[in-house]
């Protein structure tokens, strides 16, 4: 019996740790370890007394900060982490062809935002509120740092 408590701790701990390093707030894996942990700690009481199960909370409560501890502060956890960042940008590169009064196309419906077409290349564009159809006319009017801003040409 003694191993099936040692077992549902385990697990319990393991749970507790996945749920804190891997997958941070409260979901069903960290409340499935706390289950799991407090089931093996009862079972205890009820198969070795007061005393022994005293022990058991004790030792659980111990390895589980150690546990913890050790996830933190050795970067056990940095082996998964992600090392890559994405520090490109929307439309990075595109102004420098484009000028205020290009006329293009637009490829997809502009909801106000969508995709414009401009001397053969795609950028995406934004409209000061207008709704337009894709296979509209459009005319640059303004060029800010990440926002190309279009009309349609009447």
């Known amino acids: 019996m003694w191993l099936a408590i040692a ?28 289950v799991f942990t407090i089931i093996g700690i009862v079972v205890s ?10 022990y058991v909370l004790l030792g659980t409560g111990i390895f589980l900060a ?16 992600l090392k ?5 940008r929307v439309n990075e590169g595109a102004h420098a062809d484009l000028k205020v009064g290009t006329e293009g196309v637009a490829v997809s419906a502009l909801r ?4 414009a ?11 000061n509120g207008d709704y337009l159809a894709a296979g509209t006319r459009v005319k640059i009017i303004q060029i800010q740092t990440n926002d190309i ?3 349609p040409i009447n």
């Not at 150690?66 to 982490?81: E, H």
């Not at 106000?112 to 995709?115: E, H, I, N, Q, Y």
């Not at 077409?117 to 934004?126: D, P, R, S, T």
């Open 84 to 88: 890559t960042s994405i520090d490109s």
């Open 117 to 127: 077409e401009f001397q053969g290349k795609m950028v995406e564009v934004k409209t």
């Open 7 to 34: 077992a549902l701790i385990l697990a319990g701990v393991v749970l507790i740790i996945v749920e804190v390093v891997f997958i941070p707030g409260t979901t069903v894996v960290g409340i499935l370890g706390l």
């Open 112 to 115: 106000p935002m969508g995709t």
């Open 66 to 81: 150690g546990a913890l501890y050790y996830s933190f502060r050795k970067g056990a956890w940095k082996k998964f982490s």
């Open 45 to 54: 009481y009820g198969e070795f007394g007061r005393e022994g199960g005293s």
């Open 149 to 151: 801003v279009v009309e």
